[in-house]
């Protein structure tokens, strides 16, 4: 009995393991398109990353080709000034190694509205849009406020290939 017990133990704590990752959105394989974000896992909410003055979002858009990525920061900007969004994608194989891909940076004044990284005039699609090698990858986003940066505000994760 002791066998049974113990390969069902390993079966049930696997299959609880498999079903809480897939329960909280924590990524996808793409059979086609694909769009998430961060605040879809976190009931809506965006991350103070400055205060109660702004708040961030992460998203990622894979398009129909199922390799290539967009990054959108949706936010919340309080301050009162023009602030400027960027994101950048991150292996997490190697969270800590260098970037992936930098998509770049967009600006606005807007009080509350969502931009796509990189749309800025000088960046162009070859930052906004990166045709992603296979590997599994969350974009990263974050804001400059008075010469500083907020933010590493991760999407869920999302696998090419």
Not at 40 to 44: F, M, P, R
Not at 137 to 143: A, D, E, L, Q, R
């Given at each position: 009995?002791?066998?049974?017990?113990?390969?069902?133990?390993k079966?049930?704590v696997a299959?609880?393991i498999?079903?809480?990752?897939?329960?909280?959105?924590?990524?996808s394989?793409h059979?086609?398109?694909?769009?998430?974000?961060?605040s879809?896992?976190?009931?809506?909410r965006?991350?103070?990353v400055?205060?109660s003055s702004?708040y961030?979002?992460?998203?990622?858009?894979?398009?129909?080709?199922?390799?290539?990525?967009e990054?959108?920061?949706p936010?919340?900007?309080?301050?009162g000034?023009?602030?400027?969004?960027?994101?950048?994608?991150?292996?997490v194989n190697?969270?800590y190694g260098?970037?992936?891909?930098?998509?770049?940076?967009?600006s606005?004044?807007?009080?509350?509205?969502?931009?796509?990284?990189?749309r800025?005039?000088?960046?162009?699609?070859?930052?906004?849009?990166w045709?992603?090698?296979?590997?599994t990858?969350?974009?990263?986003?974050?804001?400059w406020?008075?010469?500083?940066?907020?933010g590493?505000v991760q999407?869920?994760r999302t696998?090419?290939?």
């Open positions: 009995m002791r066998k049974i017990t113990g390969r069902l133990t079966t049930v299959g609880a498999a079903v809480s990752g897939m329960a909280v959105g924590t990524g394989a059979a086609d398109s694909a769009y998430a974000c961060r879809a896992n976190d009931h809506g965006y991350v103070a400055y205060g702004v961030l979002d992460s998203c990622y858009n894979v398009q129909d080709d199922r390799r290539t990525i990054a959108q920061i936010y919340s900007n309080y301050t000034q023009g602030l400027t969004y960027c994101a950048h994608a991150l292996n190697n969270i260098p970037w992936a891909h930098d998509f770049g940076c967009t606005s004044s807007a009080t509350g509205d969502s931009v796509w990284a990189g800025d005039p000088g960046y162009g699609s070859s930052w906004s849009e045709t992603a090698p296979a590997g990858y969350v974009i990263s986003t974050g804001v406020i008075d010469g500083h940066y907020y590493d999407s869920p696998t090419i290939g």
